[in-house]
Protein backbone atom coordinates (compact mmCIF):
# COMPACT_ATOMS: atom_id res chain seq x y z
CA UNK A 1 0.00 0.00 0.00
CA UNK A 2 1.19 3.38 -1.01
CA UNK A 3 -0.10 6.75 -0.61
CA UNK A 4 1.21 9.55 -2.29
CA UNK A 5 0.66 12.96 -0.97
CA UNK A 6 1.02 16.40 -3.47
CA UNK A 7 -0.49 19.28 -4.53
CA UNK A 8 1.72 21.88 -1.95
CA UNK A 9 3.59 24.92 -2.62
CA UNK A 10 4.33 28.58 -1.64
CA UNK A 11 1.14 30.78 -1.72
CA UNK A 12 -0.15 34.13 0.00
CA UNK A 13 -2.48 34.41 2.26
CA UNK A 14 -5.86 34.30 1.31
CA UNK A 15 -5.05 31.82 -1.80
CA UNK A 16 -6.51 28.20 -2.13
CA UNK A 17 -4.51 24.56 -2.39
CA UNK A 18 -6.05 21.68 -3.47
CA UNK A 19 -3.95 18.72 -2.08
CA UNK A 20 -4.01 15.35 -3.13
CA UNK A 21 -3.73 11.69 -2.11
CA UNK A 22 -3.36 9.05 -4.33
CA UNK A 23 -3.52 5.21 -3.34
CA UNK A 24 -2.14 2.50 -5.11
CA UNK A 25 -2.18 -1.24 -3.47
CA UNK A 26 -5.60 -0.41 -1.99
CA UNK A 27 -9.20 1.15 -3.12
CA UNK A 28 -10.75 3.56 -1.40
CA UNK A 29 -13.55 1.20 -0.63
CA UNK A 30 -11.06 -1.24 1.08
CA UNK A 31 -10.10 1.36 3.65
CA UNK A 32 -11.91 2.05 6.74
CA UNK A 33 -10.60 6.00 6.47
CA UNK A 34 -8.27 8.36 4.74
CA UNK A 35 -6.76 10.76 7.05
CA UNK A 36 -5.55 14.21 6.43
CA UNK A 37 -3.24 15.76 8.92
CA UNK A 38 -0.60 17.97 9.33
CA UNK A 39 2.90 19.14 11.28
CA UNK A 40 4.15 22.53 11.59
CA UNK A 41 7.61 23.19 12.28
CA UNK A 42 8.49 22.97 16.01
CA UNK A 43 4.50 21.38 16.33
CA UNK A 44 3.38 17.98 16.57
CA UNK A 45 1.69 16.31 14.05
CA UNK A 46 -1.97 16.86 14.42
CA UNK A 47 -5.31 15.78 12.79
CA UNK A 48 -7.08 18.06 10.00
CA UNK A 49 -10.06 15.45 9.23
CA UNK A 50 -11.23 12.18 7.63
CA UNK A 51 -13.65 10.82 5.07
CA UNK A 52 -14.59 7.10 5.28
CA UNK A 53 -14.98 4.48 2.70
CA UNK A 54 -19.01 5.34 3.01
CA UNK A 55 -18.23 8.88 2.62
CA UNK A 56 -18.62 10.22 5.76
CA UNK A 57 -16.59 13.00 6.50
CA UNK A 58 -15.33 14.80 9.82
CA UNK A 59 -13.05 17.71 10.36
CA UNK A 60 -11.66 19.33 13.33
CA UNK A 61 -13.25 22.25 14.88
CA UNK A 62 -10.06 24.31 13.73
CA UNK A 63 -10.09 24.34 10.03
CA UNK A 64 -14.51 23.86 9.45
CA UNK A 65 -14.92 26.12 6.87
CA UNK A 66 -11.77 26.50 5.16
CA UNK A 67 -10.63 23.03 4.49
CA UNK A 68 -12.91 20.55 2.72
CA UNK A 69 -12.01 16.96 1.74
CA UNK A 70 -13.65 14.62 -0.99
CA UNK A 71 -12.55 12.14 -3.21
CA UNK A 72 -12.41 10.19 -6.62
CA UNK A 73 -13.16 6.55 -5.94
CA UNK A 74 -12.24 6.34 -10.06
CA UNK A 75 -8.92 7.57 -9.46
CA UNK A 76 -8.28 6.69 -6.01
CA UNK A 77 -7.18 9.83 -4.94
CA UNK A 78 -8.61 12.09 -1.69
CA UNK A 79 -8.38 15.26 -2.22
CA UNK A 80 -8.18 18.48 0.36
CA UNK A 81 -8.83 21.92 -0.23
CA UNK A 82 -7.87 24.33 1.60
CA UNK A 83 -9.83 27.76 0.99
CA UNK A 84 -8.35 31.23 2.48
CA UNK A 85 -4.90 30.03 3.66
CA UNK A 86 -3.24 31.88 6.38
CA UNK A 87 0.34 31.89 7.34
CA UNK A 88 -0.28 29.19 10.48
CA UNK A 89 -1.79 26.62 8.09
CA UNK A 90 2.33 26.51 7.12
CA UNK A 91 2.83 22.66 7.34
CA UNK A 92 3.78 19.70 5.68
CA UNK A 93 0.59 17.85 5.01
CA UNK A 94 0.10 14.32 5.04
CA UNK A 95 -2.52 11.75 4.11
CA UNK A 96 -3.01 8.24 5.92
CA UNK A 97 -5.02 5.07 5.58
CA UNK A 98 -6.46 3.16 8.63
CA UNK A 99 -7.46 -0.43 6.75
CA UNK A 100 -8.94 -2.07 10.08
CA UNK A 101 -12.71 -1.46 10.18
CA UNK A 102 -13.68 -0.96 13.80
CA UNK A 103 -17.28 -2.32 14.93
CA UNK A 104 -17.51 -1.19 18.57
CA UNK A 105 -17.43 2.93 18.58
CA UNK A 106 -18.91 5.37 16.32
CA UNK A 107 -16.72 7.05 14.11
CA UNK A 108 -15.42 10.62 15.58
CA UNK A 109 -12.95 12.47 16.77
CA UNK A 110 -10.37 9.40 18.21
CA UNK A 111 -10.05 8.97 14.27
CA UNK A 112 -8.38 12.04 14.08
CA UNK A 113 -5.03 10.37 16.66
CA UNK A 114 -2.05 9.25 14.25
CA UNK A 115 -1.56 5.85 15.89
CA UNK A 116 -4.91 5.03 14.78
CA UNK A 117 -3.17 4.96 11.00
CA UNK A 118 -1.34 1.78 9.12
CA UNK A 119 -0.10 3.63 6.19
CA UNK A 120 1.21 7.04 5.50
CA UNK A 121 1.52 9.29 2.15
CA UNK A 122 5.32 11.24 2.68
CA UNK A 123 3.99 14.52 2.90
CA UNK A 124 3.25 17.74 0.67
CA UNK A 125 4.64 21.56 2.03
CA UNK A 126 2.20 23.97 2.36
CA UNK A 127 4.01 27.30 2.71
CA UNK A 128 1.70 30.81 3.20
CA UNK A 129 3.39 34.10 3.62
CA UNK A 130 3.54 37.35 1.85
Known amino acids: VQLQASGGGSVQPGGSLRLSCAAS?????????IGWFRQAPGKEREGIGFISRAGYIYYVDSVKGRFTISRDNAKNTVYLQINNLKPEDTAVYFC????????????????????????WGQGTLVTVSS
Open 96 to 119: AAKVGVVTDRPMGPWLLGAPQYDY
Open 25 to 33: GITLEEVYT
